[in-house]
């Protein structure tokens, strides 16, 4: 059984105003005093960001407990030095970036300039266990149209700087503003992946191999694919699905390699024009089919990626979980639906931030 770690970059905010506050540093702190065993907690490129990362799990209901603890521990030792954690991709209402100092984030704020302070966005990164870089690459090649899906479904991020963005993933419009992000042509092989990167690391533009923000990678420190593309759900039920889902991608693309089916042939040019749809629309409307590249209702592109990964979602015990957590976000709506409901129940941003904190522990 393939083994799931999850990755969530969570907003540090003023339980009042729901404004985001630059205190990782002393939530850190406060972690590192209260468990200095424990490094569950990282800083991110802002103040006002704090990351988790869980333990590799092979039981999704095992995955979705860690992390609700992670979460929970989150807010509370947030709330120890009065903040509140929420899962928001980005802020609903306005604010300040302020960047974290290190070596590392002071070259990339140097280089990359006026972009870097305003990338105040949350995601959910997902590692899937592979068994080598050929596998991976193999994996990397076949799962590339169905990762739009996946933004779709997570999709968290309607507004910016106090404005309706028009988009149910904001955080992903603003991610792609770096060069080095977004989809890829097939790798064909390790050999030619380790050669890409090699090449784009080269150029000076990139700081190391860390910063090849591919939407979906080999993992440098862990035996592992990184698929980067969701944005952080607002409810840790969606983040299990999205684990759960991202598994039945790499299974299935594995046994396809195995099997000797060859990836598709869609272009970086469709492929950008998928993610830019599933950014738009979340769950509204259509979305491109990753089969045919066409516009399809949402609806019909998440059973046909649940229909997709079907056999693999069998075998790992995981298909009742999927279609119903699947079906319920489906009918109750994503973190944007959620999002613009409660503004217009209450027409403030700053009760949508109150209510994404409530359902962030959840």
């Known amino acids: 059984m393939r083994t799931v770690g999850v990755e969530e970059e969570l907003l540090l905010v003023d339980p009042k105003t729901g404004e985001p506050q630059a205190l990782s540093a002393a939530v850190l702190a406060r972690a590192a005093r209260d468990e200095p065993s424990e490094e569950t907690f990282e800083k991110e490129l802002h103040s006002q960001q704090l990351e988790f990362a869980t333990h590799p799990q092979s039981d999704m209901n095992d995955l979705g407990a860690e992390i609700v603890r992670c979460r929970q521990e989150a807010a509370r030792v947030a709330g120890d030095i009065g903040a ?15 960047l974290s100092m290190n070596s590392r984030y002071e070259w990339i704020a140097q280089e990359f300039g006026l972009p870097v302070q305003e990338q105040l966005v949350c995601g959910c990164h997902i590692h899937v266990s592979v068994e080598s870089d050929d596998e991976a690459v193999a994996v990397l090649d076949r799962i590339r149209p169905w ?10 991020s309607p507004f910016w700087q106090g404005k309706d963005s028009l988009y149910s993933s904001y955080r ?34 990139l700081l190391d191999k860390g910063m090849v923000y591919f939407d979906a990678r080999i993992a440098e420190r862990y035996p592992t694919v990184e698929i980067r593309v969701s944005d952080v759900a607002l409810e840790a039920s969606t983040a ?6 991202t598994r039945g991608l790499v ?17 970086v040019e469709l492929l950008r024009l998928a993610a830019w749809r599933a950014a738009r629309s979340g769950l509204e409307g259509e979305l491109l089919h990753p089969l045919t590249m066409r516009p399809a209702p949402a609806e019909d592109v998440v059973r046909a990626l649940l229909e997709h990964v079907g056999p693999a979602l069998d075998d790992s015990g995981d298909t009742d979980l999927a279609h119903k957590t699947a079906g319920d976000l489906l009918r109750h709506g994503n973190g944007a639906r959620i999002q ?7 027409g403030s941003l700053g009760d949508v931030v109150t209510e994404c904190v409530r359902r962030t522990q959840a």
């Open 147 to 156: 990762l739009s899906v996946l933004t779709a479904l997570s999709a968290n």
């Open 251 to 267: 299974e299935t693309a594995a046994r396809e390699w195995r099997a000797g089916t060859a990836p598709a042939d869609h272009t």
């Open 172 to 205: 992903s419009r603003v991610w792609m503003r770096w060069p080095m992000a977004g989809p890829n042509e097939p790798f064909g092989s390790a050999a030619d992946y380790h050669r890409r990167v090699d090449d784009m690391v080269a150029t000076g533009v």
């Open 340 to 346: 613009r409901q409660v503004l217009e129940r209450t």
């Open 240 to 245: 299990t699905l999205l684990a759960t889902l």
């Open 84 to 98: 509140a954690v929420v899962a928001l991709a980005t802020s609903p209402v306005p604010v300040t970036p302020s």
